[in-house]
């Protein structure tokens, strides 16, 4: 990400830019639609009818969690002072010293604080889809409180708040290695320990509303706009670029998990497209402000049918139970977008992000190492917080009975749906 120092930004209080604060307050309202809005629909319609309501608690209760873990101390600890390249320090808790004139870049710093924050929220609700139908609510608190401190941000501060992943020249634009790496991670990390779903591979597990996937996938698509482009920090050319090539390559995306299903199964499905866009949308998120309009069509093409082999193939020859494809989407992706962002990063669109095809062979390689740290940190810190989590709440798995009952009425007392 093209980001000032704080101490430069800070040092300029006559920096704020009205359109680039306009701009960015516009793109966190659409970052945070995507949690409690687009990825709740998105994931609440793949659930079973009989746990649609228990997605959206979680999805929605992760949201809340972490908008307080971040302004307190997730955002000082991410975003302070460096510390041995690794973390930021406690100086910002509970953004201590940044008032209404402090200044990142040119827009406010309790704006850009909110607009990380908004990214802070979806990638812990994104590791939920590999563990729907089967956790703790309870658990899932504990969970999220310690994940978020304990794997987010360390991971954050690396690649965008000054830690070794951003002195190596890691190209992370938007959140391949930060948001959908280290989420598709941590799920498949998750459901593994979970282990699988009462009746999984002996009995038919249907979406309750493949409607509101797909409703959902068009929020997430409208908001990821913000997202991408957004994550320029300011209204400019690059920012444009961003906006155009995260159309290109979820639409391109779509298309070709579209085509690769029609050609595997026989159907082209709604909840097949709905889930090739959203695989373009994370292959296009680390690249976004590096990339090409060409460039962005070639990721999305692969992304849709890399994205339908892990999902369609990989996932049942392994024989994991990633209920709701986190992994195989945003994982499996993620690594692409972020390999993909070494191979087409273009000069000509941020001075600087050049990758193999324009010259610079290395750049493919300082991608390479900063997925496998951040796919091997996540893992590590992920089974290091089930255990603690465990401990906590003796256990992060509902009873047999409540799971086969289903959880919106187990857990919450409610239904989704009136069976008749």
């Not at 708040?161 to 634009?173: E, N």
């Amino acid at each position: 990400m093209t980001l000032l120092p704080v101490s430069q930004a800070l040092a300029d209080e006559t920096a704020i830019s009205t359109g680039d604060t306009a701009w960015i307050l516009v793109a966190t309202a659409l970052v945070m639609m995507m949690t409690p809005a687009g990825l709740a629909l998105f994931y609440g319609g793949m659930s079973r009818y009989k746990n649609l309501l228990n997605t959206f608690a979680m999805t929605f209760i992760a949201y809340c969690l972490v908008s307080v873990v971040w302004v307190v101390w997730g955002y000082s600890l991410a975003f302070g002072p460096d510390t041995a390249g690794f973390i930021g320090n406690l100086d910002k808790v509970f953004l201590a010293g940044i008032g209404i004139d402090a200044v990142r870049g040119t827009i406010p710093e309790l704006v850009f604080v909110m607009f990380q924050m908004t990214f802070a929220c979806i990638t812990v609700a994104l590791v939920l889809g590999s563990v729907v139908d089967r956790m703790k609510f309870s658990s899932w608190i504990v969970f999220t409180l310690l994940w978020i401190t304990v794997v987010y941000v360390p991971i954050c501060h690396w690649v965008w708040g000054g830690g070794w992943m951003q002195a190596d020249g890691a190209l992370d634009f938007a959140g391949g290695n930060v948001v959908h790496i280290n989420a598709g991670v941590a799920g498949l990390v998750l459901c593994l320990v979970l282990g699988k779903r009462e009746g999984f591979g002996r009995e038919a597990m249907f979406p309750s509303s493949v409607t509101l996937t797909a409703l959902g996938a068009a929020l997430l698509w409208f908001g990821w706009f913000g997202f991408n482009a957004g994550s320029q920090l300011a209204a400019d050319g690059v920012a444009a670029s961003a906006f155009m090539v995260t159309n290109s390559s979820a639409a391109m995306a779509a298309l070709s998990w579209m085509v690769a299903e029609w050609i595997y199964s026989g159907k082209p499905t709604v909840l097949g497209i709905a889930s090739g866009a959203v695989a373009g949308l994370v292959a296009i998120t680390p690249a976004s402000g590096y990339v090409t309009l060409p460039a962005s069509l070639i990721i999305g093409l692969v992304a849709g049918a890399v994205g339908f082999f892990s999902v369609a193939v990989l996932k049942h020859k392994i024989g994991y139970d990633d209920s709701l494809d986190a992994f195989g989407v945003h994982g499996i992706c993620g690594i692409w977008g972020a390999l993909a962002t070494g191979l087409f990063a273009c000069p000509a669109i941020t001075a600087g992000a050049t990758g193999l095809f324009y010259g610079n062979p290395k750049q493919l390689w300082i991608q390479f190492v900063s997925i496998v740290a951040t796919a091997l940190y996540s893992a590590v810190g992920t089974l290091i917080v089930i255990g603690v989590t465990r401990l906590i709440t003796s256990g992060i798995r509902v009873e047999k009975e409540a799971e086969v009952m289903g959880l919106d009425n187990a857990i919450h007392g409610e239904r989704a749906f009136e069976i008749l």
